[in-house]
């Protein structure tokens, strides 16, 4: 078993739609990422947590700790947030525990 | 501009043949790392880099070598290349490579082995 599970792997929705990718972790952590892959290939880091919520424009991210659980969610989707959405635990020691990521596609 | 600046983008070449792919950063940056991707394996970290002459193995390190002779640099050196390496490979750094700080990418290198 990953010890960093994405939910779902795939997923395709109509614009407008609100968006919600899962994130599970078997560790301990003392802090979460969220990065999107560009279609292109570049990774951008999105968000840090290590708990509660965060909201940058219409993404948002939360955690919690006890559930071992965080969520992004993406409102008003736009085709241009069609991207691969990856999930990164940090466990100590310098390493990040990385999940396989759920790419999205925003139909117009 | 702040980034982290791979090369090349594309790499063709044939088994055994020894290639370099070079990383550089200007954020003054303790920590850099390199990263292989592969389709439904997510990333996995090949090596990382406290600071300047301090390097450390990763989950997938057998076949690459590494150094950190300057903070800058962080180049990954396949002494003699596989098909097995064929992959996307990507350089990264953080200021302190803790929880806190964000990670920095560059464009990334797909690399074929023949």
């Known amino acids: 078993k990953n010890e960093v599970e994405q939910s779902p792997q795939n997923l395709t929705a109509q614009e407008g739609e609100f968006i919600t990718i899962n994130c599970s972790y078997s560790v301990g952590i003392s802090a979460l990422h969220w990065l999107q892959q560009h279609p292109g290939g570049g990774i951008v880091s999105l968000f840090m947590?290590?708990?509660?919520?965060k909201k940058h424009g219409r993404l948002i991210a939360t955690i919690n700790i006890q559930e071992k659980h965080s969520s992004l969610h993406i409102t008003a989707s736009h085709p241009r947030d069609s991207a691969v959405y990856i999930c990164a635990v940090y466990a100590g020691n310098y390493q990040l525990i990385w999940g396989a990521g759920t790419k999205l596609i925003i139909k117009p | 501009e702040a980034q982290v600046t791979q090369n090349p983008r594309y790499l063709i070449t044939v088994t055994g043949k020894k290639l370099t792919v070079t990383c550089s950063q200007n954020?003054?940056?303790?920590?850099m790392s390199w990263y292989r991707q592969d389709p439904g394996l997510g990333l996995r970290q090949i090596y990382y880099s406290m600071n300047v002459e301090v390097t450390d193995k990763g989950d997938v390190p057998e076949g690459y070598k590494v150094s950190r002779k300057e903070k800058r640099n962080f180049p990954l050196i396949l002494e003699s290349p596989s098909p097995n390496q064929t992959s996307l490979y990507f350089c990264?750094?953080?200021?302190?490579?803790?929880?806190?700080?964000?990670?920095?990418f560059g464009n990334g290198t797909r690399l074929t082995v023949t």
């Open positions: 947590l290590s708990s509660g919520k």
């Open positions: 990264a750094s953080s200021y302190l490579g803790t929880a806190n700080s964000p990670l920095h």
């Open positions: 954020m003054n940056h303790e920590y």
